[in-house]
């Protein structure tokens, strides 16, 4: 395999690139970025032993979700994408929380409304019972 | 013969002389300073070998990166990074942050190893994805739900309204500046029944605002996506 047609990863591991590299069809050499974070971040080792674990029909999404993951961490070293796990968590126990005040204030709004329903009833039938007496 | 046997002898000897003795300083190294547990059970993670020294059997260093973050107690957080990671990865990663963020790093580093391990296609990828759908689900339910109370409150301000037009038309009420009530009194007493002008009674005060558990009528939608918050590390409060 010549140097040009080395993958990204043979490329910074500067090895020769086989014809079934497993990282060629995921880490191509047009964007070598891709692989620096995720060998960075999980090393080329560990990227081989996971893709290799996998469903060849699956390894292309892991691939990518990696590379998210790797980017994330170079980004911010101390939280990577775990902050946005956070943030969504934290974010969702807030509406569940607005959720529940806004289903007892339903609870309550219904309540009232069957109460004057009934009202408006009764009223109605003392005003019928009025006019009648007084046609009679 | 006679040679042979001296030298086993001290061969003997040697070895014998060698479990012996105790405290030289290579071994302590050796040992892992094991036998020097102490008094302070605070100290404990400092004095023996830390769950990263234990897992990659090496001599656990005072100035061990791992230790203060990987207690023995907890072999599993370790075995989860460095099946990720990789041992000189984390090394590496928290030997970048300062210092006082480390126990953040090497938390959010098991945290997040934990879910690629759980799912090894998408890991936190899947977390993020999941979790985004659950917030948009509930996002829609409360605007549905507001958008339902406020029909309530129409309805309740129409209704209040229609109530005081309904006392105001009335024929029936009483009112001292009616000219009937002056000219013909027996006219007045003969018009009828009076009808009870019906006002709307006092609404009861709204129940207690909830502050921090929800009522139990609140079901939380169901999701078949996995259950993502139930992956906790001890020291959650570092996200405070």
Same mark, same amino acid.
């Given at each position: 395999?010549?140097?040009?047609?080395?993958c990204?990863?043979?490329?910074?591991?500067?090895?020769r690139c086989?014809?079934?590299?497993?990282?060629?069809?995921?880490?191509?050499?047009?964007?070598?970025?891709?692989f620096?974070?995720?060998?960075?971040?999980?090393?080329?080792?560990?990227?081989?032993?996971?893709?290799?674990?996998?469903?060849?029909?699956?390894?292309?999404?892991?691939?990518?979700?990696?590379?998210?993951?790797?980017?994330?961490?170079?980004?911010?070293?101390?939280?990577?994408?775990?902050?946005?796990?956070?943030?969504?968590?934290?974010?969702?126990?807030?509406?569940?929380l607005?959720?529940?005040?806004?289903?007892?204030?339903?609870?309550?709004?219904?309540?009232?409304?069957?109460?004057?329903?009934?009202?408006?009833?009764?009223?109605?039938?003392?005003?019928?019972?009025?006019q009648?007496s007084?046609?009679? | 013969?006679?040679?042979?046997?001296?030298?086993?002898?001290e061969?003997?000897?040697?070895?014998?002389?060698e479990?012996?003795?105790?405290?030289?300083?290579?071994?302590?190294?050796?040992m892992g300073?094991?036998?020097l547990?102490?008094?302070?059970?605070?100290t404990?993670?400092?004095?023996?070998p830390?769950?990263a020294?234990?897992?990659?059997r090496?001599?656990?260093?005072?100035?061990?990166?791992?230790?203060?973050?990987?207690?023995?107690?907890?072999?599993?957080?370790?075995?989860?990074?460095?099946?990720?990671?990789?041992?000189?990865?984390?090394?590496?990663?928290?030997?970048?942050?300062?210092?006082?963020?480390? =126990?953040? +790093? !090497?938390?959010?580093? @098991?945290?997040?190893? %934990?879910?690629?391990?759980?799912?090894?296609?998408?890991?936190?990828?899947?977390?993020?994805s999941a979790?985004?759908?659950?917030?948009?689900?509930?996002?829609?339910?409360?605007?549905?739900?507001r958008?339902?109370?406020?029909?309530?409150?129409?309805?309740?301000?129409?209704?209040? =309204?229609? +109530? !005081?037009?309904?006392? @105001?038309?009335?024929? %029936?009420?009483?009112?001292t500046?009616?000219?009937?009530?002056?000219?013909?009194?027996?006219?007045?007493?003969?018009?009828?029944?009076?009808?009870?002008?019906?006002?709307?009674?006092?609404?009861?005060?709204?129940?207690?605002?909830?502050?921090?558990?929800?009522?139990?009528?609140?079901?939380?939608?169901?999701?078949?996506?996995?259950?993502?918050?139930?992956?906790?590390?001890?020291?959650?409060?570092?996200?405070?």
């Amino acid at each position: 395999m010549s140097n040009s047609t080395r993958c990204a990863g043979c490329k910074l591991l500067r090895r020769r690139c086989p014809e079934d590299c497993i990282l060629s069809p995921y880490f191509p050499k047009n964007n070598p970025q891709r692989f620096l974070s995720v060998h960075k971040i999980f090393g080329a080792c560990n990227i081989t032993r996971m893709l290799k674990s996998l469903p060849v029909d699956q390894r292309a999404i892991a691939a990518d979700c990696m590379s998210y993951e790797a980017e994330r961490r170079v980004e911010d070293p101390v939280y990577g994408c775990v902050k946005i796990i956070y943030g969504l968590q934290k974010k969702k126990n807030e509406i569940e929380l607005e959720l529940a005040k806004a289903r007892s204030e339903i609870v309550f709004h219904s309540a009232v409304d069957t109460q004057q329903q009934q009202q408006q009833q009764v009223s109605w039938s003392i005003t019928n019972a009025t006019q009648q007496s007084d046609q009679v | 013969m006679s040679r042979d046997r001296e030298r086993f002898d001290e061969v003997g000897k040697k070895i014998k002389r060698e479990s012996n003795v105790p405290s030289t300083t290579t071994d302590h190294n050796r040992m892992g300073r094991r036998h020097l547990l102490g008094p302070h059970p605070g100290t404990l993670n400092t004095i023996t070998p830390c769950a990263a020294c234990k897992l990659l059997r090496r001599r656990c260093a005072q100035e061990c990166p791992f230790s203060p973050y990987f207690s023995p107690h907890e072999p599993q957080k370790f075995a989860s990074v460095h099946k990720v990671f990789g041992a000189s990865n984390v090394s590496k990663m928290l030997m970048e942050v300062p210092e006082s963020q480390r =126990a953040d +790093a !090497a938390n959010s580093l @098991v945290y997040e190893a %934990n879910v690629r391990l759980r799912d090894p296609v998408y890991g936190c990828m899947g977390a993020i994805s999941a979790l985004q759908q659950q917030v948009q689900a509930l996002q829609a339910e409360l605007t549905a739900v507001r958008a339902e109370i406020l029909k309530y409150k129409f309805r309740e301000t129409a209704a209040a =309204a229609a +109530a !005081a037009v309904a006392v @105001v038309d009335s024929p %029936n009420i009483i009112a001292t500046t009616h000219p009937l009530t002056h000219h013909h009194p027996q006219a007045f007493m003969s018009a009828g029944t009076v009808s009870i002008a019906v006002l709307p009674p006092p609404i009861p005060p709204p129940p207690p605002r909830v502050s921090s558990s929800p009522p139990p009528l609140y079901t939380p939608p169901s999701s078949a996506a996995t259950d993502y918050s139930c992956i906790s590390n001890e020291n959650d409060s570092f996200f405070g």
